[in-house]
């Protein structure tokens, strides 16, 4: 894995669907769905582990953890979300350093103090540009190959074109991939494209609900774009499926009414590769 095979995934005139995952298991089913890349959403972390909204209550330690298990699991490049660095210029390179040793292809900072918030709720804060010019040049210093996202979320705090300000002194300051975060209308996110696109690989990031009108990898592409992500749709498929389940228990006592929608026993083991697995360990078994 490693940077090198995502910077090869990141090509002019197309954008990559890129899923957002929270364990193994989502990056597991990731990969086998045929994704080149993947996406480890704090917010999903937020969501999943802590039962939590997106407000920066996730720790460092608690994602390069969830990461390392990821990175174990798959050999996709995996993009991570740094929310702010987790402090200062000198806790960012501490978070390049050990994102990076768990297998990180790419680091995702932005300019919001701490604690964050998700980028499409309302209220958010921002630091002084210089201050995130910093994180970024200590982050470029701090990694050995891995790509560094900056994003600004200014669009909301600021307005448009202040964010676009910021964004050329985060592209001056040595990002690798530029993230302009909750453009308010297709017009704004063509704008982003074609001023930015040529010069640096651009991420647009798909909320479901959110502020940005939705598009496709495809429409991306074509704007300029080459990363559609969509970090949040995997938590929210699980959580309505999840309802849907638990619901049909509570009402019939049994799982039978929802059978036809879940993987039974055999073809979970078969998802997972149980049976690869264990003629992997036999093949290290030896006789007394």
């Known amino acids: 894995m490693g940077s090198p095979d995502l910077r090869s995934l990141l090509q002019p005139g197309r954008a990559i669907a890129c899923p957002g995952v929270y364990d193994g298991f989502s990056a597991a089913l990731a990969e086998q769905a045929g994704f080149a890349a993947i996406y480890l959403s704090g917010a999903s972390i937020a969501y999943s582990s802590l039962g939590a909204p997106d407000i920066g209550l996730v720790s460092m330690t608690e994602v390069v953890d969830i990461l390392t298990r990821i990175s174990d699991r798959v050999s996709i490049p995996v993009m991570v979300d740094a929310d702010t660095g987790f402090g200062n210029a000198l806790n960012t390179q501490r978070t390049v350093r050990l994102f990076e040793r768990a297998g990180a292809a790419a680091i995702q900072l932005e300019d919001q103090t701490f604690p964050k918030r998700c980028g499409h709720l309302r209220d958010k804060r921002l630091v ?37 300000e910021r964004a050329e002194r985060y592209i001056e300051a040595g990002a690798d991939i530029l993230f302009i975060e909750a453009p308010e209308s297709r017009a704004q996110t063509e704008e982003i494209g074609r001023r930015f696109g040529p010069r640096v690989p651009l991420l647009a990031n798909m909320v479901e609900g959110g502020r940005t009108p939705m598009e496709s990898a495809e429409s991306l592409g074509r704007m300029g774009y080459r990363i559609a992500l969509f970090p949040g749709g995997t938590m929210r498929a699980v959580g309505r499926t999840l309802l849907d389940y638990f619901a049909a228990l509570k009402a019939s006592g049994t799982t039978e009414p929802y059978r036809d929608r879940m993987l039974d026993f055999t073809s979970l083991n078969e998802v997972l590769g149980t049976e690869a697995i264990l003629r992997a360990g036999g093949s290290y078994e030896t006789e007394d």
Do not use: N, Q, S, Y
Request: net charge negative; no cysteine; aromatic share 2%.
């Open 128 to 164: 002084p540009p210089a201050e995130m010019e910093g994180k970024i040049r200590a982050a470029v210093d701090a990694r050995r190959d891995a790509l560094i996202i900056a994003r600004t979320d200014a669009i909301a705090v600021e307005g448009f074109a202040p964010a676009l």
